[in-house]
C-alpha cells in the first residue's frame, strides 16, 4: 500500500519485549509504525529487522520530556516504562515521570492529533491481592511508599490520567492491564521469573526461588498478550481490561517444567523473600472475553518451549552474562 493510505500508529517502549512485538504486529497489518524508545532498558536489536522497511520510522527520545511527531496519526500505544522491578528499582524517579509526564505528554500529543491512545497499565495496580482472581473492579492493596510504589503508582496514576482526558476532553482512550507475559525478547538479566530461570537452566546453574516458592504467577504468551491489546485498541471500551492468561502456577511448579524442558542438571536453591511480594497473581479475564471475544490460545508449556528456542539461538555470550542480580521474581 502507498504510504499516505496507511494508518499511522505510534508505539513508545518500541525497542522492550512488548513494544517490539506490537511493531511487528502493527507492520503485518501494513500500518507505518513509528517507533520511540530513549533505550533505558530496551535494545535496537529487537526492532533491527524493521529497519529497511519505507513504513518504519523510528526516534530515540525521551517521552517524559515534550512529544512532537510530524503528520497525523491514528493511534497512540504508550508501552514505553522500566517494567521489571531490577529496573524500576534501579531507576525510581525516571519511572514514576514515564508513568506520570510521559502519559501527560502522550494524551495531549493525541489529542492533538484527535487519535485513539492506548496505555500499558499492570496486574501491578492491584499490588498484593485480598482476592483471587482479581477482576477489573478490584481497587487493589497498594502500599505508595513501599518498594514497588513507585511503578505501582505511576500506573495508577497513568490510569487516573487517561480517564481524566476521556473524560474531560472525549478523547479515545483505552486501558490495558496486562499480567505477566513472556517470550522472546525479554532480557534475561531482567529479574523476572521466566528469563531467569531460563537462563540459569541454560547455564547448568541452580535456580534461585524466594521463599517457600509457593507464591504463585500466572503467564500469558506473548503472541497472545498482542493480539489482546489488538482487541482492545480496536474495542470500543474505555475502562480498563484485564488481558493474561489464568492459568495459575506456583514458582516450585515453574522451576520445575523449566528444568525439564531444557533438560538441565539445575538444582532449585531457596533464598529469602522479599518484602511485600504478591502471594498470589491471577487474571479475571471474563471482561476480555465477553467484550472482545479474546481468551488465551498458547499452553505455558508450549510458550515455554517456544523461548527456550528462542534463547538458545541466542550467541553464547549472551547465556554467559555474569552481572545478574535479581531482585525478585514477578
Ligand atoms: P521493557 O523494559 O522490555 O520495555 C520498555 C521499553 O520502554 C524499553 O525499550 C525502554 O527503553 C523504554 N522506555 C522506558 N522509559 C522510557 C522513556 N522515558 N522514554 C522512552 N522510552 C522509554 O518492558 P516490557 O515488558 O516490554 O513492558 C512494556 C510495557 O508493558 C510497560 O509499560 C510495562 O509497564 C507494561 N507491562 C509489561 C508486563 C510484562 O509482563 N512484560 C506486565 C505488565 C505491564
Same mark, same amino acid.
Given at each position: 500500500m502507498e504510504n499516505k493510505h496507511r494508518k499511522r500508529i505510534l508505539i513508545t517502549g518500541a525497542a522492550g519485549f512488548l513494544g517490539s512485538h506490537l511493531c511487528d504486529r502493527f507492520i503485518l497489518e501494513d500500518y507505518h509504525v513509528i517507533g520511540m524508545d530513549n533505550l533505558i532498558t530496551g535494545d535496537l536489536q529487537n526492532i533491527a529487522h524493521l529497519f529497511k522497511l +519505507?513504513?518504519? +520510522?523510528?526516534?530515540?527520545?525521551?517521552? @517524559? %520530556?515534550?512529544? *512532537?511527531?510530524?503528520? *497525523?496519526l491514528d493511534y497512540v500505544l504508550h508501552f514505553a516504562s522500566p517494567a521489571s522491578p531490577i529496573d524500576y528499582l534501579k531507576i525510581p524517579i525516571q519511572t514514576l515521570k514515564v508513568g506520570s509526564l510521559g502519559t501527560h505528554n502522550l494524551l495531549g500529543l493525541a489529542r492533538a492529533k484527535s487519535a485513539r491512545i492506548l496505555v500499558a497499565s499492570t496486574s501491578e495496580i492491584y499490588g498484593d491481592p485480598n482476592v483471587s482472581p482479581q477482576s477489573e473492579d478490584y481497587w487493589g492493596n497498594v502500599n505508595p511508599v513501599g518498594p514497588r510504589g513507585v511503578y505501582d503508582e505511576a500506573k495508577r496514576f497513568q490510569e487516573a490520567m487517561t480517564t481524566a482526558y476521556h473524560n474531560f476532553h472525549q478523547? &479515545?482512550? #483505552?486501558?490495558? #492491564?496486562?499480567?505477566?507475559?513472556?517470550? @522472546? #525478547?525479554?532480557?534475561?538479566?531482567?529479574?523476572r521469573a521466566i528469563p531467569t530461570f531460563i537462563a540459569q537452566a541454560? #547455564?547448568? &546453574?541452580?535456580?534461585t526461588l524466594f521463599g517457600n516458592g509457593l507464591q504463585t504467577r500466572s503467564f500469558c504468551y506473548v503472541s497472545d498478550q498482542v493480539e489482546g491489546i489488538f482487541n482492545v485498541l480496536h474495542g470500543d471500551c474505555s475502562t480498563p481490561i484485564n488481558i493474561g492468561n489464568p492459568d495459575e502456577i506456583n514458582l516450585n511448579q515453574l522451576a520445575k517444567e523449566i528444568i525439564e524442558i531444557t533438560q538441565s542438571k539445575s538444582k532449585i536453591r531457596y533464598q529469602e523473600l522479599p518484602t511485600e511480594d504478591p502471594k498470589q497473581r491471577r487474571p479475571d479475564? @471474563? %471482561?476480555? %472475553?465477553?467484550?472482545?471475544?479474546? +481468551?488465551?490460545r498458547v499452553s505455558r508449556k508450549e510458550g515455554l518451549e517456544r523461548t527456550i528456542e528462542y534463547y538458545r539461538t541466542l550467541p553464547i555470550t549472551a547465556l554467559e552474562h555474569k552481572d545478574f542480580k535479581y531482585y525478585n521474581h514477578r
Open positions: +519505507e513504513n518504519f +520510522e523510528f526516534y530515540n527520545h525521551d517521552v @517524559s %520530556k515534550f512529544v *512532537h511527531v510530524p503528520g *497525523h478523547l &479515545e482512550t #483505552r486501558i490495558v #492491564r496486562i499480567f505477566n507475559t513472556f517470550g @522472546s #525478547r525479554m532480557r534475561l538479566n531482567d529479574g541454560l #547455564r547448568g &546453574e541452580d535456580l479475564i @471474563s %471482561k476480555a %472475553k465477553r467484550l472482545l471475544d479474546w +481468551e488465551p
